[in-house]
Nanobody
């Protein structure tokens, strides 16, 4: 069906930058909403950035002005440019896409998650 593959995580010093990328593969017809979520140790998963065709783009308050979500429709990809990183941004980041895809002769639409990618901000 559909798989999401994330890349671009790693370790960076405070104030540094990382660019996360997520590419969807499969019998894709279209990509609808896209987003990034994160989960720090001992905490619940939270929305970082969400881009909806209907509601536009929203960011979690602590990342506004530092993170930017963008999509490449032709590549079925969504990216998250993260600047001015802080230690509190350390978490596993998950890509999220609502995908319309072919399954036999039918079309289905559903939410898909990536496996997660580690981002560590530390001196």
């Amino acid at each position: 069906q559909v798989q999401l593959a994330e890349s671009g995580g790693g370790m960076v010093q405070p104030g540094g930058s990382l660019n996360l990328n997520c590419v969807a593969s499969g019998s894709i017809v279209s990509i609808n909403d896209v987003g990034w979520f994160r989960q720090a140790p001992g905490k619940q998963r939270e929305m970082v950035a969400l881009q909806s065709k209907v509601d536009g783009t929203e960011y979690e308050d602590s990342v506004k002005g530092r993170f930017t979500i963008s999509r490449d429709t032709a590549k079925s990809a969504v990216s998250l440019q993260m600047n001015s990183l802080k230690p509190e941004d350390t978490a596993v980041y998950y890509c999220y896409q609502i995908v319309t895809y072919h399954s036999g002769a039918e079309r289905w639409t559903g939410p898909y998650w990536g496996r997660g990618i580690q981002v560590t901000v530390s001196a």
